[in-house]
């Protein structure tokens, strides 16, 4: 498999001209692309019984953040390549759909991840509570 990398600088880039065409329409457009790269990373680690520190060190890895944190409810982020203190909410939208995928992929649940603090913010670290959906 390849990777092609990206810069921070092209990554917020890209952010800040979806965010000026599309509203907030980018932010699902970002969720989706991550929801992707979480649904390859999850599938290398589906069979591992710490599947989700393994997770963690997979988006490390590639870049996503300095530091990541992965636990069933829980999920903290330390120098989220997507924060940016250009913007008033919190921005890490591709990350916030890595890690859903991550997460559904063990467990037949429908899972909610809400980014309730971030470095974009002036927050020390990004947070996301996870959750089961609601129907």
């Known amino acids: 498999m390849r990777f092609v990398k990206l810069s921070e600088e092209g990554i917020k880039r890209t952010a800040t001209t979806y965010q000026n065409l599309m ?3 980018w932010e699902v457009l ?3 692309w991550g929801k992707g790269i979480g649904e390859e990373i999850a ?4 069979d591992e019984d710490d599947h989700l520190e393994k997770g963690a060190n997979l988006i490390e890895g590639r870049g996503w953040t300095q530091e990541m944190v992965l636990e069933e409810n829980l999920a903290i982020a330390k120098g989220s390549i997507e924060a940016d203190p250009s913007f008033d909410d919190p921005s ?3 990350l916030r759909g890595i890690i859903c ?3 559904e992929n063990s467990t037949p649940k429908i899972i909610e991840v809400e980014e309730v603090k ?3 913010l002036g927050n020390k670290h ?6 089961e959906r609601e129907l």
């Open 92 to 94: 890490c939208h591709i």
């Open 23 to 25: 509203a907030e329409a």
């Open 43 to 46: 599938d290398k680690i589906s």
């Open 30 to 32: 970002f969720y989706l």
């Open 101 to 103: 995928s991550i997460h």
């Open 126 to 131: 990004c947070e996301f509570e996870i959750k």
């Open 118 to 120: 971030c470095e974009s």
